[in-house]
């Protein structure tokens, strides 16, 4: 594919409902992010995985979230029970290996838009 | 934590004129700093980057400055076109890793 690509768009839920987003990363990156974004506010780091690595979890807000990933393939954000205050946007985004510097450009899927009622 | 602090959240502007973000950082061992510009309802796109060996880099009417020594960096936006309205979001990576820490976005307007 030509780009990050997440499903849904949108979702809409009910409140104590579990959620799985889905992430799909520009073939070849070995680094994936997720990252949250409430309305009006700043992009708030959730997780990373980098190759086989373990990842780093340090971002998710409670044990109702966690999240997958296959080798350097598809990831999956799980949110369980889900509360209102989940709602957001939520964008996963991917990079290529680094060239000896770390830090590389991240590629921003569309993201998708969860709402809990 | 590390954390990164950016200034101001929100910029107005007349067409033309220039506009500057800034940025400062907690981790002393960053190296490298994107910024990237979210229009309305769109995904997050890189517009310029620096690493830690340069201290300003410039693509047309943009640049980007850095002052380690400070740890600060900046946003600069010259002959500011309607276009240019977006929010705007610097980023810091954290030492040893490919973690990005993300400032709380500048929502620049510019009027015509």
């Known amino acids: 594919g030509a780009g990050v690509s997440q499903s849904p768009s949108n979702k809409v839920t009910e409140k104590g409902k579990d959620v799985e987003l889905r992430c799909d990363p520009i073939?070849?990156?070995?680094?994936l992010y997720w990252y949250r974004q409430r309305l009006g506010q700043g992009l708030e780091f959730l997780i990373y995985?980098?190759?086989?690595?373990?990842?780093?979890k340090s971002g998710l807000p409670s044990d109702r979230f966690s999240a997958e990933r296959t080798g350097e393939s598809v990831s999956t954000l799980t949110i369980q029970r889900t509360q209102q205050e989940d709602s957001a946007v939520y964008l996963c985004a991917s990079s290529p290996p680094g060239t000896g510097f770390v830090g590389e450009k991240l590629f921003f899927g569309s993201g998708t838009q969860l709402s809990v009622l | 934590g590390e954390n990164v602090e950016q200034h101001p959240s929100t910029l107005s502007v007349q067409e033309g004129d220039s506009a500057v973000i800034k940025c400062t950082y907690s981790?002393?061992?960053?190296?490298?700093f994107p910024w990237y510009k979210q229009e309305l309802g769109k995904r997050p796109q890189l517009i310029i980057d620096i690493r830690s060996n340069v201290g300003e880099k410039k693509d047309q009417r943009i640049a980007v400055t850095l002052n380690k020594t400070a740890k600060h960096f900046s946003l600069h936006i010259t002959e500011t076109q309607p276009e240019d309205s977006a929010v705007y979001f610097c980023a810091a990576s954290i030492t040893g890793t490919y973690k990005y820490i993300f400032g709380t976005g500048t929502r620049l307007k510019v009027l015509a």
């Open positions: 073939s070849g990156h070995t680094a």
């Open positions: 995985f980098q190759g086989n690595s373990a990842p780093d």
């Open positions: 981790d002393s061992a960053s190296n490298y």
